[in-house]
């Protein structure tokens, strides 16, 4: 037997080995340990841009779909891992992709952007299979130095495992929080508005360009609009290059024409969302239905319309089959301040009318019944008597004694009454 010198990497071997006795296991041989902790950020520092190494993607393995589509959810077993991923695999208690978020008080707006983000394949699987280590940008002013796209990493892990219920994403609103001060505590926040700062955030940690060239806006100057988006597209990504451009962001196409020389300017802006408004197909107009006779009330109708290409013909329609009157003998018009604004025949449009707008519907004599021509005038009645109730007399200052003995106003100014004594 050889002895070995110290610090040496050579060690002592017997000529056979000895056989395991009875009751004892094989040793197992160290495990391998990973270079990011899914259960949070302490062991986890964000490198400079020198350190980065490049690390190659093995091929991902078929198991479960994801509960939203079928699209296979990106999992790593190399051999080095496979105890470790079969300590994991006892440890699921639901399928992957199935995990909840346990809400933070009020922060339903945010576990509903997480979730809609972590359903998002691309995203999903360019987190997922550590990808992006390798394009964290540490010198960015703008961006958190790498935390928030380690800690949205660790999160979508979590959610994919399978080995929580439920996740509780307190150190990602933490690091949220520390850079945008409207969503510290607890309290409910506009979806939209921190999906958008989520975006923004992982962007600028994510972002290629380590220093920002300066950049003017591309104008159209005649040419085409291929050309043009293609050069503003090309000077944005001068400045932002990052997964999320990629994948999120797109152009807007902006016409102004100029009232004077009649000059055109196209542009081309990036954006990252757009925010669509829900469409509402229907409207409800209030209509006030007067008939010929004076001595009848006027009813009130709500009646239903396309928001999109309605007309007048419609709401007579409408009416003419609750009070059994002809479409033709009906009038409708839009009053307004206590005088008439508009009227309408039955071919206009009331796309411009909204829900608030007070609209009169009349019913006018037919020249059948008449026997001769109508004529339409439109008449305004002011009320000429004030509307103020008289509780006694002006000369006696007693009350009436009974209802029946009215109080006569004065045919001067109306607005004092007298008793018959």
Known sequence: MEKSQPGSSQHSHSAKEEPLRVGEEKPKPPKASSRMDDGGLDNVAPRSVSEHVPISKPEPAVTTPKPTCMVQPMTHATPASNERHEEEEEKKVCLPGFTGLVNLGNTCFMNSVIQSLSNSRELRD??????????????????????????????????????????????LKAIVASKASQFTGYAQHDAQEFMAFL?????????????????ETVDSDGRLDEV??????????????????????????????????????????????????LPQKQKVLSVFYFAKEPHKKPIKFLVSVSKENSSTAEVLESISRNVRVKPENLRLAEVGKNRFQRMFLRSHSLDTVSSSDMLFCFEVLSKDMAKERVVLLRVQQRLQVPNIPISKCAACLKPPVCDDDKLKRCTRCYRVGYCNQ
């Not at 928030?148 to 959610?159: D, H, K, M, W, Y």
């Not at 992982?202 to 950049?215: A, S």
């Not at 000077?235 to 902006?254: A, E, P, T, W, Y």
Request: glycine share 8%; with cysteine.
């Open 126 to 171: 360019y987190f997922h299979d550590r990808g992006f280590e390798s394009e964290i940008n540490c010198n960015n002013p703008l961006g958190t130095g790498g935390r928030l796209a380690i800690g949205f990493a660790v999160l979508l892990r979590a959610l994919w495992k399978g080995t929580h219920h439920a996740f509780q994403p307190s150190k």
């Open 199 to 215: 975006l923004d955030g992982l962007h600028e940690d994510l972002n290629r360009i380590q220093n920002k060239p300066y950049t």
């Open 228 to 277: 043009v988006a293609e050069e503003a597209w090309q000077r944005h990504k001068m400045r932002n290059d990052s997964f999320i451009v990629d994948l999120f962001q797109g152009q807007f196409k902006s016409k102004l024409v100029c009232p004077m020389c009649s000059k055109v300017s196209i542009t081309f802006d990036p954006f990252l969302y757009l925010p669509v408004p």
